[in-house]
Every structure is written in structure tokens, then in C-alpha cells.
């Protein structure tokens, strides 16, 4: 009953933002019946609700509980002071990721009217090889991590995404060494992506910064605010000055 619950919301997204009950039932692979059934219960609760044309969506209880004691949240308002200052100067986007599994997951983004092209969504996941934010979580995730990740499908967004195994291990390697990492088309054609590490109390990297901009904005003249900015927040989190390492 709960697992079947979970499937129902789960299928929720930015491209199907409210659904009809037949829709779930298909995109589910429950009967029609049992959805019927569990999106009465749901609604009930607030973790969905109807829309005038009685499809559903994800209902406004529900982001309330999962918010208020979200483990994103200490994080998030450590970042935001420091991010909105970092989008004050650089006024494209700005974003905030942590690693999920095999995955990057954006918790925060800012971005600017007339900014590049973006894929990354708040609460959006890309996986870890494609993007700047992920390789820089990439490159500090425990060892087996990495190899679970060299040794799997690396998928392709463009022609320029790295899905070389050796290409990658040797990017994750310069990674570490050089502090940031630096994706030019790698997501899309037309922009660029860097990434620092966000380093939280005793020296772990808990988050990536990173800003998406346009390929000839000269991505490399932000690193130094990336990085003043990454340090601000591992500040703000409780890492002591002898902990700041880039
Ligand atoms: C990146 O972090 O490298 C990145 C992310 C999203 C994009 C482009 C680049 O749309």
C-alpha cells in the first residue's frame, strides 16, 4: 500500500506536473482501481490535490512537511546569502548540487533573465560524469563510487560530453589537483559549466558550486569568486579556517 503511494508521486515531474487518474494508472503500472483509490487517500492528507479539471498534482502539504525538515536545509541557508552575492556579480546561473547516489541533484539554483541555456532544475538530476558540478562530487566520492561510475553506461549529452572511462579517471584526478572543474558543452552545445567543492566543518566536500555561462563568457575568470564563495559557505557551516582547502 505505502510502496504503491510512493509509485503514484513519484511519477510527478516538471514535464508532468498534474496527471489524470488513467494517466497514473499507466505511468504507474497500477490499476486504475487502486490508484483511484490511494489518490482519494493522498488528497485527503494534502499530499496531493485536484486541479478544476480533476487531474492532480503534488499538493502544497506535502513540499510543506518534506521542507521543514529537509536534510537540504541546513545547507541551503548556509549557501544562499553567499550564492545571491556570487549572482549579484556573475548575473547568470548559480547552483548548488550534492551527490545522491550515482547521481548530482541541484538543490538550489539562481539565474538572470538573459542567461545561457540551463538543463539543471532545482530538485533536477543529471548524472555525476556530465555536468561540472557532478564531476567535482565525482572526483571527491569514496573509491567505489568512482569505479561504479567509470565501469558503468557514461551517456552522452553532446558530442563533447566525456564518455571515456580513462579520459574521465584522468579529469577527476585533475580535479582534485586543480580545485574546480571546468565543462565546456558538456550538457549543451552552447554553454559552459564550473564547479568547485563545497567543504563542510572538518574538511569533507558536502556540496558542489558551480555556474553555467555562456561558452565565450570566459568561464575561468569566475574560479577565484567560485571559490571565495565555497569557502564562505563551508565558513558559515562551521569548517575553521586550518580546514579551508580548495
Ligand atoms: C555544468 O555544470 O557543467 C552544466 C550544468 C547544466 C548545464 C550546462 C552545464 O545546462
Keep these: 500500500m505505502l510502496g504503491r503511494a510512493v509509485r503514484i508521486i513519484e511519477v510527478f515531474g516538471p514535464d508532468a506536473p498534474a496527471l489524470g487518474v488513467s494517466e497514473l494508472a499507466r505511468r504507474t503500472g497500477l490499476h486504475v482501481a487502486t490508484v483511484s483509490r490511494l489518490v482519494e487517500h493522498l488528497v485527503g492528507y494534502g499530499w496531493l490535490q485536484r486541479d478544476a479539471d480533476r487531474k492532480v498534482r503534488i499538493g502544497m502539504r506535502l513540499w510543506e512537511v518534506a521542507s521543514r525538515a529537509s536534510p537540504a536545509l541546513p545547507l541551503r541557508e548556509a549557501a544562499m546569502p553567499f550564492m545571491e552575492d556570487l549572482?549579484?556579480?556573475?548575473?547568470?546561473h548559480i547552483q548548488l548540487a550534492v551527490r545522491e547516489g550515482d547521481e548530482v541533484l541541484f538543490l538550489e539554483r539562481l539565474s538572470a533573465r538573459r542567461a545561457v541555456i540551463n538543463l539543471t532544475r532545482i530538485?533536477?538530476?543529471?548524472?555525476?560524469?556530465?555536468?561540472?558540478?557532478?564531476?567535482?562530487?565525482?572526483?571527491?566520492?569514496?573509491?567505489?563510487?568512482?569505479?561504479?561510475?567509470?565501469?558503468?553506461?557514461?551517456?552522452?549529452?553532446?558530442?563533447?560530453?566525456?564518455?571515456?572511462?580513462?579520459?574521465?579517471?584522468?579529469?577527476?584526478?585533475?580535479?582534485?589537483?586543480?580545485?574546480?572543474?571546468?565543462?565546456?558543452?558538456?550538457?549543451?552545445?552552447?554553454?559552459?559549466?564550473?564547479?568547485?567543492?563545497?567543504?563542510?566543518?572538518?574538511?569533507?566536500?558536502?556540496?558542489?558550486?558551480?555556474?553555467?555561462?555562456?561558452?565565450?563568457?570566459g568561464a575561468r575568470t569566475v574560479i577565484p569568486a567560485l571559490r571565495a564563495t565555497a569557502l564562505g559557505i563551508g565558513r558559515a557551516m562551521g569548517l575553521s579556517p586550518d580546514e579551508n582547502r580548495v
Design 123 to 217: 530538485a533536477g538530476r543529471l548524472p555525476l560524469h556530465a555536468s561540472s558540478s557532478g564531476e567535482v562530487l565525482l572526483a571527491h566520492a569514496p573509491a567505489e563510487v568512482q569505479e561504479r561510475v567509470l565501469g558503468g553506461v557514461l551517456s552522452a549529452f553532446t558530442p563533447y560530453t566525456v564518455t571515456d572511462p580513462k579520459a574521465l579517471r584522468a579529469r577527476l584526478a585533475d580535479i582534485r589537483r586543480d580545485g574546480f572543474a571546468l565543462c565546456a558543452g558538456f550538457i549543451d552545445e552552447r554553454a559552459t559549466g564550473v564547479a568547485v567543492p563545497v567543504r563542510g566543518p572538518g574538511g569533507p566536500v558536502v556540496a558542489a558550486l558551480g555556474v553555467v555561462v555562456p561558452n565565450d563568457a
Design 87 to 92: 549572482h549579484a556579480v556573475v548575473r547568470q
